[in-house]
């Protein structure tokens, strides 16, 4: 079973009487009988053509479920960022001092991880929609990988913590470094095992050019738990 299900109604054609042409143009399309538009065939969500439904480009990416789960994560991390300037305002010094003790190396290298899966993630959508899924699958084991590596770089930082005596009662600033990069760590394994989830169903036939609205959706919460971290970093490493 899917992940996620196909919430779109069906789009009805439209006759085009322009001719529209891409750059990158390819195959000769006969649009109700009347006119032919050279264009690539470019599939949002792979629930049809732009080029013969332009008003596909009017739909949202995924599906709406996705987008609920998404606004109630990031509702969620609001939420952490307003306890966390409460905690800052109450406790100054500690919010001053408490960065410059954390391993900065760390959690730049867990920013760049993050960031590169994103753009990987964002290729793997890009072959599936030119019917490449083999390229697909690569770009997302790249993804998982660099997934992989935040997970082995957070955890021998937070062993490192513990060697410096940085515990989660240490201060509230050390609290809330803890409470908000472990749920957003849980947030990377969730994640990952949607990347991993949607490499199977494309080896299976599940997700291809014409049917791939679940790897859209988990493209779409995998940029916004990268999101969530490039907020996270600068307020718990970079900001005194």
């Known amino acids: ?48 053509s732009v080029t013969r439904e332009p008003e596909t480009i009017k739909k949202i990416p995924g599906n709406k479920a996705v987008w609920v789960v998404i606004f109630a994560e990031l509702s969620e991390f609001a939420v952490f960022f307003i306890a966390y300037f409460i905690a800052k305002a109450h406790s100054p010094v500690e919010f001053e001092q408490g ?15 993050l960031i590169t899966s994103s753009y990987f993630v964002a290729k793997a959508l890009a072959a599936i929609r030119v019917n490449e899924p083999d390229k697909s ?39 809330m470094y803890y409470y908000m990069t472990f749920n957003h760590l849980i947030h990377v394994i969730w994640a990952s ?5 949607a490499i199977s169903q494309i080896k299976l036939g ?27 970093f600068p307020l718990l490493y970079v900001l005194r």
């Open 99 to 113: 960065p410059m003790q954390l391993h900065t190396l760390a959690g730049t290298l867990n920013t760049f991880a």
């Open 137 to 175: 699958v690569r770009y997302l084991s790249f993804a998982v990988f660099c997934g992989g590596l935040y997970l082995v770089i957070k955890y021998w930082e937070y062993h490192w913590n513990v060697a410096q005596g940085i515990q989660t009662d240490t201060n509230s600033f050390y609290s």
């Open 193 to 197: 095992a949607s990347l991993m989830w």
């Open 1 to 48: 079973m899917e992940v996620f299900h196909i919430l779109f109604m069906p789009m009805n054609h439209y006759t085009l009487h322009d001719e529209l042409s891409c750059c990158s143009a390819t195959s000769t399309i006969e649009i109700d009988n009347m006119t032919d538009i050279t264009s690539a065939q470019f599939y949002i969500n792979g629930n049809g």
């Open 206 to 232: 599940h997700y291809n050019q014409q049917r791939h609205t679940g790897l859209t959706a988990i493209a779409c919460y995998w940029h916004m738990v990268d999101l969530a971290w490039v907020i996270i």
